[in-house]
């Protein structure tokens, strides 16, 4: 029979010997780094006119890296600006990293999808057209309507998530389409939510 233990009061440290425990993170700060840093990345580019701006934008992973904008923006609700602009980055890394893949998916899915594959503008449905696209809905962010960016993002999501629904085995790619229409949903709600001045 084991021997009751009462529970020990919680000792209490200073600031001090918290401090030297390691470096502490303030949740409210980085919630407030989230969203202001997604703010004004979104508002130097719409301002900016400059072309040299925008790409220097739109290949903002390929300088900084994805683990990067992952620890600044990853934590936060997908249907916030940092959380839509992070999925935005997200595809294109993937769309740009493994083109024949998300073409030959993408490809598959057409049939099933048409109206997606119109708004997703991938034509013909090749890795260098892929690849293409990729950049030019980011440019779109930055330079067009923010919201059929977004829009544009979730269809070709959607035409993925035809595809690997008719070509994909096992459950893990049944798992990475539900993921991918969840982020299809996840775009086209902050579509919507830009539209109505409430995207923040």
């Given at each position: 029979?084991?021997?009751?233990?009462?529970?020990?009061?919680?000792?209490?440290?200073?600031?001090?010997?918290?401090?030297?425990?390691?470096?502490?993170?303030?949740?409210?700060?980085?919630?407030?780094?989230?969203?202001?840093?997604?703010?004004?990345?979104?508002?130097?580019?719409?301002?900016?006119?400059?072309?040299?701006?925008?790409?220097?934008?739109?290949?903002?992973?390929?300088?900084?890296?994805?683990p990067?904008?992952?620890?600044?923006w990853?934590?936060?609700?997908?249907?916030?600006?940092?959380?839509?602009?992070?999925?935005?980055?997200?595809?294109?890394?993937?769309?740009?990293?493994?083109?024949?893949?998300?073409?030959?998916?993408?490809?598959?899915?057409?049939?099933?999808?048409?109206?997606?594959?119109?708004?997703a503008?991938?034509?013909?449905?090749?890795?260098?057209?892929?690849?293409?696209?990729?950049?030019?809905?980011?440019?779109?962010?930055?330079?067009?309507?923010?919201?059929v960016?977004?829009?544009?993002a979730?269809?070709?999501?959607?035409v993925?998530?035809?595809?690997?629904?008719?070509?994909?085995?096992?459950?893990?790619?049944?798992m990475?389409?539900?993921?991918?229409?969840?982020?299809?949903?996840?775009?086209?709600?902050?579509?919507?939510?830009?539209?109505?001045?409430?995207?923040?």
């Open positions: 029979m084991s021997e009751y233990h009462k529970p020990r009061r919680p000792s209490f440290r200073d600031p001090a010997a918290l401090e030297a425990l390691g470096e502490r993170s303030d949740p409210i700060a980085e919630l407030h780094a989230a969203h202001e840093t997604a703010a004004v990345l979104l508002h130097t580019g719409r301002a900016a006119g400059d072309p040299a701006v925008t790409e220097r934008l739109i290949a903002l992973v390929d300088d900084i890296g994805l990067t904008l992952a620890d600044l990853a934590s936060r609700p997908a249907r916030s600006l940092p959380g839509a602009l992070f999925r935005l980055y997200v595809l294109r890394e993937w769309m740009r990293t493994s083109p024949a893949d998300a073409a030959r998916e993408y490809a598959y899915g057409v049939p099933y999808t048409e109206p997606n594959h119109v708004v503008g991938v034509e013909p449905t090749g890795p260098t057209e892929v690849a293409r696209v990729a950049d030019e809905i980011l440019r779109g962010v930055f330079t067009g309507d923010f919201a960016a977004l829009e544009r979730a269809a070709f999501c959607r993925v998530v035809a595809g690997r629904a008719f070509a994909g085995e096992g459950t893990l790619s049944v990475d389409a539900a993921r991918l229409r969840d982020m299809a949903d996840d775009l086209t709600a902050s579509a919507r939510l830009w539209r109505a001045g409430k995207l923040n």
